[in-house]
């Protein structure tokens, strides 16, 4: 492998003011917390961070605070790309890319359901090619549970094949070991990256090269040890089985919130609502039952 190992990259929640404007403040001092923790990098607008509803305007404040911050966008910064068009796809993309990200977390198209792999291919190269030259670092998301989509891996390949250098990786949210297992298999020549917290520890021991996640928000402290020697950890499996247990995106910020003593972070955006005070109180007292925060 002659690129550097991906690593524990943070899918950061994205905090919101009382007026439901993005926190940049907060969301600046979170990531620069969580690389103390543990995380090589940081990646915006995930699904943790709520990308698919934080429109153009926003993502470009958020990426000027960083640049204020003195983030060093290339070692340390990725962001999510979620659009059902191309057009907008490639806008999200030419954001991240001027500001220096280094990969781009891309989400396929999610609104026509059961398009087969010449459309998804055809979607895919359209949005590679909108970018030319400077498209670099495209990480392939597979996210069935939210897009309804499963990156085949045919699929997989044939982008591989096709865009070398380009096409860097896959983010496997699928939650199927027997999917997963495949995946590092059959493209190990990719920087394979876990979803599933539960899973990691075997893939790395199998190939995998990290993770983009959510529990990294508030363990990555538990997680890098995961990642840098494929050790199993029983509490990482029970934080994941508590949080999935509830609306996952709000029982994250929950932690998030728990862990910064900061109750800003309980606020999410809509569609999304928040845990019940009940939910709330169950999912922390689980969470602290296994690993603390």
């Not at 923790?37 to 698919?52: H, K, R, W």
């Not at 979803?195 to 538990?222: F, K, P, T």
């Not at 934080?239 to 800003?264: C, F, I, M, N, Q």
Request: hydrophobic content about 45%; charged content about 20%.
């Amino acid at each position: 492998m002659t690129r550097p190992r991906f690593g524990l990259s943070c899918a950061l929640s994205t905090p919101f003011t009382d007026t439901g404007a993005i926190d940049s403040a907060r969301l600046v001092a979170h990531a620069r917390l969580c690389r103390r923790e543990g995380c090589g990098t940081v990646t915006l607008f995930g699904t943790t961070g709520e990308g698919f509803s934080i429109g153009p305007k926003e993502r470009h404040g958020v990426y000027d605070a960083f640049r204020a911050a003195g983030f060093d966008a290339p070692a340390e910064l990725g962001a999510g790309i979620m659009a059902a068009s191309v057009e907008e796809a490639a806008a999200q993309a030419r954001q991240a890319l001027d500001a220096g990200c280094r990969h781009l977390l891309l989400a396929p198209p999610f609104y026509i359901k059961g398009v087969g792999d010449d459309g998804l291919f055809a979607w895919h190269s359209a949005f590679i090619h909108a970018l030319g030259a400077d498209c670099r670092g495209v990480i392939l998301y597979n996210l069935p549970s939210q897009t309804a989509v499963t990156l085949s891996h045919a699929l997989v390949g044939r982008l591989k094949a096709a865009f070398p250098g380009v096409v860097i990786g896959v983010k496997d949210s699928s939650g199927s070991w027997p999917y997963t297992e495949r995946l590092l298999a059959e493209h190990g020549d990719l920087a394979i990256m876990i979803g599933d917290e539960r899973h990691l520890a075997r893939a790395v021991r199998l190939g995998g090269e990290g993770s983009i996640c959510g529990l990294a928000n508030s363990h990555a402290h538990l997680l890098k040890p995961m990642i840098e020697a494929g050790e199993e950890n029983p509490a990482i499996n029970a934080l994941v089985e508590a949080v999935v247990s509830y609306p996952v995106l709000p029982s994250v910020k929950a932690l998030v919130a728990d862990k910064r003593g900061d109750t800003t972070w309980l606020a999410v955006r809509a569609p999304l609502v928040g845990l019940t005070e009940a939910q709330h109180g169950e999912l922390l007292a689980r969470c602290r039952d296994v690993a603390g925060l």
